[in-house]
């Protein structure tokens, strides 16, 4: 009797009609499977946790192949196929309705199995016939058959195992099995992948990326925004059903909460699917695993013995490995795991409920161990994740000054406001931290009033409970905030101020002690003794954050005073250290990276000024402080405005008067004056303001030609004196240059020196007073050459390039001048130039010259390893000016770039 067949096993099931179609995966599964007919690999295997989407695929998979015309053979698995017998049949039966007239003798095999009952050793040989003769009919195939197979993990047969073993180890090349399975059984996958006899895709693969997660949205008519659509696909790490069920419950709070890390409100029916479907027939010890590791926040075999008691790590995570139970390696860190936010969750709510108070011992025993071993960051995030505030609080203020020192001010930030702000005014440890962060942003008038809140609470003796170092701890941080805040307001300090005082009450913590040293020099520097602050910085030892500040403001100051071989020595330090105490790059040193483009540029060094710049912007606008910010985008201004790209620098200058208006630094605010003076000078400038309001400008500034000079006012001056040279004041603009160059000569600030010498020369040249105007430019020479100057020079335009030819041609002009002169002159730009180009381009942001030059080897089809060979610049500078490329011309590709470019006139 011909046994009856389940008909619903051999059909792909019905669809979703919302199921984002998954043509990237499909695609991946059928590259190069096919070759003349033939397969190139007997097995493709999908294996996911459930949720991932794996039947959807095979469908899509399936109607692929349908469409393409192949043959293709659906089983979707049960239990009862554990039977080999029964797994036989149907695998048989869903070959047979691909292709009637496959293996006509099967029928009668099965029939014999059947009827041979328990008689264990003859049915084993039919079976072993009957798969002998299956393979020998698939061989003979004349078309390539595809056997998909659904839902494998419920077999969990010893024999089919064996039986799926045998098929894959000698599958013709005419067949190939697509297969989906939740675990991977006992398997040699790994082998099989080696050898080439399979393809693996597993939840990497399978997940949605980010698009596909807003087509989601998109197709289930949900108005959230692309910020929100991030912040949940970042929850549910592209998990599909983790996004199903979200969406069913999203509301304004439940977005709130998500935004904030938290896992939302209503999610119950996400754990009850969890512990339901995923945990179903999860032993009850792996159980126990699973649910005390769940509350960490990162776990490796040492922790896990701790919390669990439990010695055979390795066993527990082969196990989770093979039932794919959404554990996670973490990247670079091999012997570290997690597990995927929302699966914890479901743990975590589990233990909870069986088990309240583990899940706080679990939480305080793993913080305790992270913070024993040094690892802070995983100690706050393990209690913040807990709610645990008190114990977090604990922790952060023993190692605030660490935090501090490993440059970790963003990361304090984002970790208070994860605190209740009810609990920060109550806690002055956290009060105190709440204050530094607020003075790194310039939020002064905040600061003032925290400050104010705890000299109130400390003198009524609210903080009665604290230990007596602790209270005399943040009194000292508090005077040291006033001392930051001071230099920062251009406010004067108590002349009896005792920095050792201070530093006596912070204690013997060598973090706070070269903090506080750190900004005493800062005060310095406000005061104006350079000397004396460098003496300052250098004095501070060990390595970290506060190093690489202290080194930093030594650059900076050196770089003030025209000192650029000292300033290269310094920033390389920074650079090329190697810090052990920072993963990646840090906001110093890609801050150190653009000084260091700066001093190239000076130098004439354009193509690797470019090198330090790519990128590095970029990671002082994301997680630079406030200051790093202004000073880099001053920078920014200062670079476009020596390459003449006036409409880039005009860009900056807008963003700089925003800063303008938050920024309290002097200093800052004093370059800020006299660089965008400067920008409105500049004669090519379209927007170019007359000579008389830039001057009204700078005196309403506090500059003006009875104004005293003093430190880093030096830019304003240069400014008025140009405005005067415009308006053809040239006797009050020579005063005010030689009142600069007694000032920097009193000072050492070379550069400003030479700048001031070369507008004397244009004075003079101007005034016919020739002989006057090529002394000044002698010294200007070896000023320049002493110091490494190039673009200085050059900047002073078209006036300096007249000066400079009859300077060459005198017979005052000095001989080992005349080469230096010949490669300033090569660099002057040319009237009707590209430059010209550049400013009359149609674009809102117009394309610099160096973009130009890319966009035209683009268009002449060269590939970016090509661009970078014919410019000499670096692969990754040619991606960076690429991405500026597409940004400005607001396209994708090189193909729209072209087009774009080519309507516009612009090549």
């Known amino acids: 009797m011909k046994p009856q067949i389940l008909q619903t096993k051999l059909i792909p099931p019905q669809q979703n009609p919302n199921w984002i179609k998954r043509e990237r995966v499909v695609e991946a599964i059928f590259a190069d499977l096919l070759i003349n007919d033939k397969f190139t690999r007997p097995l493709t295997l999908i294996s996911a946790p459930p949720g991932y989407g794996k039947t959807s695929l095979l469908i899509d998979c399936s109607t692929r192949l349908i469409g393409d015309d192949r043959k293709s053979a659906w089983l979707s698995v049960s239990i009862e196929d554990n039977s080999p017998l029964s797994f036989l049949t149907y695998l048989l039966a869903a070959i047979k309705k691909a292709d009637n007239t496959f293996a006509p003798e099967a029928d009668e095999y099965l029939l014999a199995i059947k009827e041979q009952g328990y008689e264990r050793d003859s049915q084993k040989q039919l079976f072993q016939e009957l798969l002998l ?198 990247p670079g860190q ?60 604990g922790i952060l203020f023993e190692n605030f000054g660490k935090l501090i020192n490993q440059g970790e001010i963003f990361t304090l930030k984002n970790w208070l406001r994860r605190f209740p702000p009810r609990l920060v005014l109550r ?54 905030y006033e001392i930051i805040m001071a230099a920062h307001m251009n406010k004067e300090l108590n002349s009896d101020l005792d920095i050792q005082a201070i530093l006596k009450k912070i204690g013997q913590d060598r973090y706070w002690q070269q903090f506080a040293g750190i900004f005493y020099g800062n005060e310095m520097v406000i005061r104006g003794n350079l000397e004396q602050a460098l003496e300052i910085y250098s004095s501070v030892k060990f390595s970290g954050y506060s190093f690489q500040i202290a080194r930093i403001k030594e650059a900076y100051i050196y770089w003030y005073r025209g000192d650029l071989n000292k300033t290269n020595q310094i920033l390389d330090e920074i650079i090329f250290a190697g810090d052990d105490n920072f993963a990646g790059i840090s906001s110093i040193q890609a801050f150190a990276r653009i000084i260091k483009g700066i001093v190239l540029v000076e130098r004439n060094q354009l193509e690797e000024a470019e090198e330090q710049f790519s990128g590095n912007f970029k990671i002082v606008e994301e997680i630079g402080e406030k200051t790093i910010k202004v000073i880099a985008s001053i920078y920014r201004l200062s670079y476009y405005l020596s390459l003449g790209e006036l409409q880039q620098a005009k860009l900056i200058e807008e963003k700089l008067i925003q800063y303008r208006s938050r920024v309290k630094l002097p200093f800052h605010n004093y370059f800020i004056n006299g660089i965008q003076a400067r920008l409105w000078l500049e004669l090519e400038n379209p927007d170019s303001r007359n000579w008389r309001e830039v001057k009204n400008f700078l005196e309403d500034k506090g500059v003006n030609l009875h104004t005293d000079m003093t430190m880093f006012r030096d830019e304003e001056f240069l400014s008025l004196s140009r405005a005067l040279i415009q308006g053809q004041k040239y006797h009050q603009a020579e005063d005010l240059l030689n009142r600069l160059i007694d000032f920097s000569l009193k000072n050492k600030l070379r550069r400003t020196e030479l700048k001031s010498r070369l507008l004397l020369a244009n004075i003079y040249y101007q005034t016919n007073c020739r002989d006057a105007a090529l002394k000044q430019v002698q010294t200007a020479l070896n000023l320049a050459l002493e110091g490494g100057f190039f673009r200085t020079i050059v900047e002073e335009g078209a006036p300096l390039r007249e000066i400079l030819t009859a300077y060459s041609q005198s017979s005052s002009g000095e001989s080992e001048y005349l080469d230096f002169i010949k490669d300033l002159l090569a660099n002057f730009p040319d009237p009707g130039s590209e430059d010209d180009i550049f400013n009359e381009q149609p674009l809102i942001e117009p394309l610099s010259q160096r973009e130009l030059e890319i966009l035209r080897e683009i268009a002449a089809g060269m590939t970016n390893q090509q661009i970078a060979e014919r410019l000499h610049i670096s692969l990754n500078t040619v991606k960076w000016h690429t991405g500026n490329i597409y940004g400005k011309l607001n396209v994708n590709n090189r193909t729209q770039a072209v087009d774009s470019a080519r309507e516009l006139n612009i090549i």
């Open 133 to 330: 003769y299956l393979l020998n009919q698939l061989s003979q195939l004349d078309q390539p058959l595809f056997i998909i197979l659904d839902e494998l993990e419920k077999i969990n047969s010893p024999e089919i195992d064996q039986l799926f073993l045998y098929l894959i180890e000698n599958l013709p090349a005419s067949a190939h099995i697509i297969a989906a399975s939740r675990k991977l059984n006992n398997w040699p996958v790994s082998t099989w992948q080696g050898t080439g006899k399979a393809k693996l895709f597993t939840k990497q693969e399978l997940k949605f990326n980010l698009a596909e997660a807003d087509l989601f949205f998109q197709n289930h008519d949900l108005p959230i925004s692309d910020k929100h659509v991030r912040a949940v696909f970042k929850m549910v790490d592209g998990w599909i059903t983790g996004l199903r069920l979200i969406s069913s419950i999203i509301d304004s709070d439940t977005i709130d909460q998500i935004l904030g890390k938290e896992l939302p409100a209503g999610i119950e029916q996400i754990f009850d699917y969890v512990l339901e479907e995923v945990l179903a027939d999860v032993p009850r010890e792996l159980k126990d695993f699973l649910m005390m590791t769940a509350p960490l926040y990162k776990f490796n075999a040492q922790l896990a013995a701790i919390i669990t008691g439990k010695n055979n790590f390795l066993e527990f995570i082969d196990e989770i490995s093979k039932r794919q139970l959404f554990l996670e390696k973490l």
């Open 334 to 393: 091999e012997t570290w795991f997690r597990y995927q936010t929302v699966f914890a969750g479901a743990l975590e709510n589990k233990l909870y409920i069986e088990r309240p108070v583990l899940k706080e011992e679990i939480a305080f025993q793993a913080a305790d161990w992270f913070n024993d071993n040094g690892m802070v960051f995983e100690a706050v995030e393990q209690l913040l994740a807990g709610s645990y505030f008190n114990k977090a609080a």
């Open 427 to 480: 806690r002055p440890s956290l009060k105190i931290m709440e204050i530094l962060t607020q003075v790194m942003d310039g939020h002064f008038d905040e600061a003032v009033e925290g400050l104010n809140l705890i000299r109130l609470n400390l003198s009524s003796d609210k903080f009665g409970k604290m230990e007596a170092d602790k209270i005399e701890m943040i009194e000292g941080l508090c005077q040291i």
